[in-house]
């Protein structure tokens, strides 16, 4: 089908999870890895963007003094209060001020 929307799936199955594409097409690709490895990819993946946010946000005080706090907040809320946003939506967290 041409021009939808993958709609993706994780589940847990066991202690591995399984991530796939498209689960509404037979042939999506599949991904299955432990809930070890998810935990470590995705602590990875924070330390990645938490390395580039700062990187950025000096560039930005330099380069733009003038607009750095806006700029700034942009692409704080670009990286993390939206994916925040999404991840409550799919799963409320237990607490507030806790995302897991």
Avoid: K
């Amino acid at each position: 089908m041409f021009g939808h929307n993958p709609v993706a799936l994780a589940e847990l199955v066991g202690d591995t999870i399984r991530l796939t594409v498209d689960h509404e097409q037979s042939d999506s690709p599949v991904i299955e890895l432990s809930v070890a490895e998810l935990r470590h990819l995705l602590a990875g993946a924070e330390r990645d963007l938490t390395d580039f946010y700062q990187l950025a946000a000096n560039w930005i005080a330099q380069h733009l003094p003038d607009q750095a706090v806006r700029v700034t907040a942009a692409l704080a809320d670009a990286l993390i209060c939206h994916n925040r946003s999404q991840r409550r939506r799919s799963r409320p967290s237990t607490h507030p001020n806790t995302d897991t």
